[in-house]
């Protein structure tokens, strides 16, 4: 599972499995992963909102936060000096979005931190989990024990069909709510679980044993509601629901208030907050949060059926020669059966309805700024 | 007569007008089609001009002018439904016809036979 070569790329645990299912295996943040399975991204994605799709997402990285005291409150508070969010008001058996911050106020990852009462529970990028690993060591080993989960695998299992298939192999699941996370049983199998996932739906990500993952991954797969998704749905899945990708939106060039994530950072950690600043870039964030941005994060939609794609520019009109923004993610929403798109735009034109324009193969296309997300969540609150 | 390219095109020459479109092994290579862009029709092209695109979910690809000459007719319902390019690649999602402007151009494409081998 190490990905810190740069000529050979690593495997996940259902690797084999992926292969025996017709899964497309490409090359993904150092992993060989499947970008779709012959159902294809299309069928994938509609079927995920339409019944259940199950997320082989065991590339990402898992590590346990605790305190050499073993106190969860002392792990807590070591975390919330690297990110600027209230981990400390966090209850026991819940989840919450983070960001690991930088000196600039730039984001270094996006990452799930969740309580679960001896010991912080955190899922990482794939892409970022070694400099994860290297940023909390650095910062935190005088106070937390700081383990890699190298033995477990990550399912996700998605749609509004996932609670019913999930009550088959677990008498507690259905009765999570929305980023409740904790120790569950599945068919059997010692689990960590939370009611999240990355597509917009409910839906269960499941931390899970890589001696068991097969086993689990087979049951899951043996109901007729459930098809194996591929990164390629995973994607277009997470852009309908306006969800940042890190390394797109989200980057050490983007501070959390351009990228509009304003909501994840609660109260206790702003100006007059009770544990206010005391995160990596918290001057600059505390001052966007109060003066506002030059640029922000917004939805957007083009006029016409093309795709507008990541790395386009954004001009203000048909024929104006210097770029004013640029896009981030793009390409097709198969539940809106149309093109949509995520990028940064001037703050004064990053309101509803403006208009932009982006440069594709020479010509200028017009794109609307459009409210996120762009298909509504549908989370078990 | 049915002719093949190297970038995954057929060709169906009738007199002097060739019908294009992609293969169903570029369809297959592409994945779901979600955008195709025709060119105009009365545009002369060079054989190798960059002329149409279509593009999957993923990415977007050019597609070429297969043989030198002029669009005489596009197939003006495919924009509507680019879902067509997978499901009946080789006849109903057609691309465009081109007025050949040189038919030993065709005597370097493969033929059927060809084609499958190179795909093999």
Not at chain 1, 175 to 192: L, Q, R, S, T
Request: with cysteine; hydrophobic share 45%.
């Amino acid at each position: 599972m190490n990905s810190s070569c740069y000529d050979t790329l690593g495997r996940v645990p259902l690797h084999d499995l992926h292969v025996a299912l017709g899964g497309k295996i490409v090359p993904f943040a150092g992993y060989e992963m499947p970008v779709q399975y012959a159902t294809g991204v299309l069928k994938e994605h509609l079927h995920t909102r339409a019944a259940a799709g199950l997320f082989d997402v065991s590339h990402m990285g898992q590590i346990v936060l605790r305190a050499k005291s073993g106190k969860v409150e002392d792990a807590a508070r070591a975390l919330e000096s690297l990110v600027p969010v209230d981990i400390l008001g966090l209850g026991i058996g819940r989840q919450r979005y983070a960001l690991f911050t930088n000196d600039t106020g730039g984001i270094l990852d996006d990452l799930m931190v969740a309580n679960f009462g001896t010991h912080l529970f955190l899922v990482v990028n794939a892409a970022c989990k070694q400099a994860d690993e290297a940023h909390l060591r650095a910062h935190l080993s005088d106070v937390c024990d700081i383990e890699v989960l190298h033995d477990r695998a990550l399912l996700a299992l998605q749609g509004p069909m996932a609670e019913s298939v999930l009550a088959r192999f677990s008498a507690t699941t259905s009765a999570m709510k929305f980023m409740d996370a904790g120790a569950h049983e599945i068919a059997g199998i010692a689990c960590f679980v939370s009611r999240s996932g990355y597509t917009g739906e409910d839906g269960f990500e499941i931390s899970v044993p890589v001696a068991d993952v097969r086993k689990l991954a087979d049951a899951l797969l043996s109901q007729p509601e459930v098809l194996p998704i591929g990164l390629g749905a995973r994607d277009s899945l997470r852009l309908e629901a306006g969800l940042c990708l890190y390394g797109h939106e989200i980057n050490t060039q983007t501070t959390p208030v351009e990228a509009d994530l304003n909501w994840a950072m609660q109260k206790a950690r702003r100006t007059s907050g009770a544990r206010a600043g005391g995160f990596p870039g918290a001057d600059v964030i505390l001052r966007q949060l109060g003066e506002g941005t030059v640029v922000k994060r917004v939805g957007l939609r083009p006029e016409g059926r093309a795709p507008v794609r990541d790395g386009a520019q954004l001009f203000a009109s048909e024929s104006a020669p210097d770029p004013i923004g640029h896009i981030t993610s793009g390409g097709f929403g198969p539940t809106l059966n149309g093109p949509i798109a995520m990028g940064y735009v001037p703050s004064a034109l990053a309101t509803v309805d403006s208009k932009v324009f982006a440069e594709v193969r020479g010509q200028r296309l017009a794109m609307i700024v459009t409210a996120l997300p762009f298909v509504p969540n549908t989370y078990k609150r | 007569m049915l002719k093949f390219t190297t970038d995954h095109e057929w060709l169906k020459i009738e007199g002097d007008v060739a019908t294009c479109g992609i293969t169903d092994h570029a369809q297959d290579q592409l994945g779901d089609v979600v955008f195709v862009e025709l060119p105009k029709v009365g545009t002369a092209v060079k054989q190798g001009d960059s002329i149409a695109v279509v593009e999957s979910v993923k990415a977007a690809s050019d597609v070429y002018a297969p043989v030198s000459g002029t669009i005489t007719e596009i197939n003006k319902g495919l924009p509507d439904e680019p879902g067509l390019i997978n499901t009946d690649p080789s006849k109903a999602a057609w691309f465009f016809k081109i007025k050949l402007a040189d038919k030993a151009e065709l005597e370097a494409l493969m033929d059927e036979a060809t084609y499958s081998k190179y795909i093999a």
